[in-house]
T-cell receptor, first 113, second 111 residues
């Protein structure tokens, strides 16, 4: 297993367009997390899945954001009608056991122009 | 909301010097983790501390968890340019379902 994979690594989009990011976690991990990180800040929690169930969503996750993990394996994060304020690094992480062993992907850097 | 504050925000030192980064909160965490992040990459886990008062050493890095499990510190001895990066602390609450990160400390070790 090569760790957590995120695709694409970079995305430049025009304001108002929709974008979708993919995360492939470590195969035996049942927990998957999405975070957002802006320049010079620590990551902020967006949402969390256990298997295919989305168990928690941050208030940061406006109705333009949606995340899915349909078969309990990979996950997608979609942002509709992107705004310049959505420009950030979107990080995915997975863990196999509550409270331990978080592994992060390299992130998707989104730039909205 | 559980918040973690890191200090300092930025630290620039010469190779061979020691440094300490602090992570403080008014909340109790069941465990606390330290990560290092390079530009354009995701955070990489360095250590997890679980027990109040716990001290863990990883080569030249020493991590301490406060007795009350509200704060932590990271001490680097004889820093090297390879230690340059963004150091992040992250707490796990009682529910154990997500990490709450501090704002990070950017460390620059000059040769």
């Amino acid at each position: 297993d090569t760790g957590v994979s995120q695709d694409p690594r970079h995305k430049i989009t025009k304001r108002g367009q929709n974008v979708t990011f993919r995360c492939d976690p470590i195969s035996e991990h049942n927990r998957l997390y999405w975070y957002r990180q802006t320049l010079g800040q620590g990551p902020e929690f967006l949402t969390y899945f256990q298997n295919e169930a989305q168990l928690e969503k941050s208030r940061l996750l406006s109705d333009r954001f949606s995340a899915e993990r349909p078969k309990g394996s990979f996950s997608t994060l979609e942002i509709q009608r992107t705004e310049q304020g959505d420009s950030a690094m979107y990080l995915c992480a997975s863990s196999g056991r509550q409270g331990y062993g978080y592994t992060f992907g390299s992130g998707t850097r989104l730039t909205v122009v | 909301t559980q918040l973690l504050e890191q200090s300092p925000q930025f630290l620039s030192i010469q190779e061979g010097e020691n440094l300490t980064v602090y992570c403080n909160s008014s909340s109790v965490f069941s465990s606390l983790q330290w990560y290092r992040q390079e530009p354009g990459e995701g955070p990489v886990l360095l250590v997890t501390v679980v027990t109040g008062g716990e001290v863990k050493k990883l080569k030249r890095l020493t991590f301490q968890f406060g007795d009350a499990r509200k704060d932590s510190s990271l001490h680097i001895t004889a820093a090297q340019p390879g230690d340059t990066g963004l150091y992040l602390c992250a707490g796990i609450g009682a529910a154990g379902n997500k990490l709450t990160f501090g704002g990070g400390t950017r460390v620059l070790v000059k040769p």
